[in-house]
């Protein structure tokens, strides 16, 4: 007995139970579930050479808005601006490009287009964060006033300038621009070919069908990898996960509280406008409601992924399984024809509740609840 | 007699028209525990919040080994050397052991913020830093959330030395805590004591735990000091008295029984 001290009540565990305590292990679970269900009710077309694109097209969208919403949301903040953002980013960019630059600069490349609309949703990221942390006042009301305001400002720019609520028929500045091709361009082509050279990947007259991904895959990736090593390696990373804990004692230990979290108001803008000009650049077009209710979703996927509304917790990989999760099911209807496709709606709504009660659980179990 | 490390001088706090300190002195020396005592309202959490830099005071002098010393923020008392562990801790329950203990001060590689964390290092040091003043945890990692009272308070102790508290305030450490570790923070403070280099100031309600590690008090009743002294100078009764602030143990129980 006195050999006993209070480190030994504190059970080893198993590399397999330390594994599913982990907070991505609810994500992959669903997301393993999702997977094999949809590529028996499609008879695998959602895994054919062309599924996969179109899948991993939708997935990388949902992902880079929600890695960006999660961050923010381990640090404790909402952010429903970030669809407005997406439109407003779009608007930005399309509109200098049919129009050009601003008072009078002269024509706009597809560089030029990116950088200034980043310069402003950046500054719109910072103009929010600065508001929250100043006012004290939730996020999700400050946020919310700029998901009105900056779809007004985008329809109102649209009308006053552009006389029509959307843009299209851009030229294809993917052909001449090597910046647009970064965006709205095609990647992972060795891979396709690849797959062509091995006898996959061919249509019905026997040529190869699919010749790659889009960019945003790489984007997604780009975002997740970056992500995940800041999340989880860097100082800022333990900031963050401080922040959102309790952001007072986070402050009493010297973290930067409020410039953390502004830093993640700009991220988030960062993922919309990365977003918007990968739809920018891939479909040469722009309209005011592009973006509609994508904050909702990067918030859903991010809760999916195991990460606590309360902040503090959660992991960049197990929203990353989120997203492919919701990015199948929202695509299944396409290779389930005896599907209707509000079902995705029906399935959100579940899967968020469900994921809501699971990480609740888990974070009682942490702070010793159960 | 040695130089106090920190010395208080006629200190004088006021909030507009109220008086919540009113002229109080305080020697803390190296190596020693002082006792600070007094009921709710006496101005003990009004005293901690002026030697750790919360607030300006309105009136006196904070000497620090001697020299006069102005503290503008929490930051400027941090540095020199005067480490608050507050009720509520500042630790966060969601993060590990290490994330707690180096939270803000992380050891990394390469740019500030940016820099990769050296989490081998840090777990050591942080395991290594709590077995010196009593407790041994299994796992670093483990979520501080999975850990007793006493065993987070000791986090908290442990973190505030080793990054260079000279003087330890302890805030009603034992309050909120179970008899056993009740027990395990004053093991813990005597633990302190022994390194010889640390000052403990121990604010504290229970007059038992004072005299069991206290070697010196101070008693603080309506922001003024009622009684002060070394531990061999008090009697029991006295400091029950003092304890009580000021009035007779034996008036409060007449006025007890008239009721």
Do not use: R
């Given at each position: 007995m006195s050999d006993r001290n209070e480190s030994d009540r504190l059970q080893q565990e198993s590399t397999f139970q330390r594994l599913i305590r982990r907070p991505e292990a609810g994500s992959f679970a669903v997301m393993v579930v999702v997977l094999v269900l949809i590529a028996f009710a499609s008879n695998g077309n959602a895994m054919n050479a062309l599924g996969i694109k179109n899948n991993l097209s939708i997935i990388s969208q949902f992902g880079i808005i929600a890695t960006g919403a999660a961050l923010l949301m381990i640090a404790g903040e909402f952010d429903l601006s970030i669809g407005s953002m997406i439109g407003f980013a779009g608007m930005s960019m399309a509109m200098m490009l049919k129009?050009?630059?601003?008072?009078?600069?002269?024509e706009a490349t597809p560089f030029s287009a990116f950088f200034i609309t980043l310069a402003m949703t950046l500054s719109l990221g910072w103009l929010i964060g600065t508001i929250v942390v100043r006012s004290g006042l939730s996020s999700f009301i400050v946020s919310l006033g700029f998901l009105f305001g900056l779809r007004g400002v985008t329809e109102v720019t649209f009308r006053l300038i552009n006389q029509s609520t959307q843009i299209s028929g851009?030229?294809?500045f993917k052909e001449t621009s090597f910046f647009a091709r970064l965006f709205g361009g095609e990647s992972f082509g060795w891979f396709y070919d690849l797959a062509f050279a091995l006898g996959f990947n061919l249509n019905r007259r026997g040529e190869q069908w699919v010749t790659g991904l889009d960019a945003r895959v790489v984007w997604w990736m780009l975002v997740v990898l970056i992500a995940y090593i800041i999340l989880s390696r860097t100082q800022i990373g333990n900031w963050i996960y401080a922040t959102g804990d309790n952001k007072e004692s986070a402050r009493a230990n010297g973290v930067p509280v409020n410039r953390v979290k502004v830093g993640l108001f700009m991220t988030t803008a960062l993922c919309a406008t990365i977003f918007a000009a990968c739809q920018v650049f891939d479909t040469n077009t722009a309209d005011a409601a592009k973006g509609n209710l994508k904050e909702l979703e990067a918030i859903a996927i991010a809760v999916v992924g195991g990460i606590l509304m309360t902040g503090g917790f959660g992991s960049v990989i197990g929203v990353a399984f989120g997203a492919v999760t919701f990015g199948l099911v929202a695509n299944a209807v396409f290779y389930i024809p005896w599907i209707d496709g509000s079902f995705y709606r029906v399935f959100v709504g579940a899967v968020l509740l469900a994921a809501v009660f699971a990480n609740e659980r888990i974070r009682k179990r942490i702070t010793g609840g159960i | 007699m040695a130089e106090p490390y920190v010395r208080l001088e006629n200190i004088v706090k006021r909030f507009g028209p109220f008086?919540?300190?009113?002229g109080v002195n305080l020697d803390v020396h190296s190596g020693e525990v002082h006792a600070l005592l007094g009921d709710n309202g006496a101005g003990k959490s009004t005293l901690i919040k002026v030697m750790s830099g919360v607030h300006a005071p309105s009136e006196g002098t904070i000497y620090v080994e001697g020299k006069p010393t102005v503290f503008n923020s929490p930051r400027d008392a941090t540095v020199a050397g005067i480490g608050t562990v507050y009720q509520d801790l500042a630790i966060n329950p969601l993060m590990s052991v290490t994330r707690n203990f180096f939270m803000g001060r992380e050891l990394y590689k390469g740019p500030r913020g940016l820099g990769i964390m050296k989490m081998g290092e840090m777990n050591e040091i942080a395991h290594d830093e709590m077995l010196k003043i009593g407790i041994d945890i299994s796992d670093p990692t483990q979520a501080v959330g999975t850990m007793s009272g006493g065993q987070r308070q000791t986090l908290a102790i442990a973190r505030a030395i080793h990054f260079g508290a000279k003087v330890l305030i302890l805030d009603e450490?034992?309050?909120?805590?179970g008899q056993k570790q009740q027990m395990g923070v004053l093991k813990t403070i005597k633990k302190v004591r022994k390194r010889g280099d640390i000052a403990v100031i121990f604010i504290t309600h229970n007059e038992i735990h004072s005299q069991l590690v206290a070697d010196r008090y101070t008693f603080l009743a309506l922001g003024q000091v009622i009684g002060a002294g070394k531990k061999d100078e008090l009697e029991h009764n006295e400091i029950r008295r003092l304890m009580a602030g000021g009035a007779e143990m034996r008036d409060l129980e007449q006025e007890l029984a008239d009721i």
């Open positions: 129009w050009g630059l601003p008072f009078g600069l002269g851009l030229q294809d | 008086t919540a300190l009113n450490p034992t309050s909120a805590l």
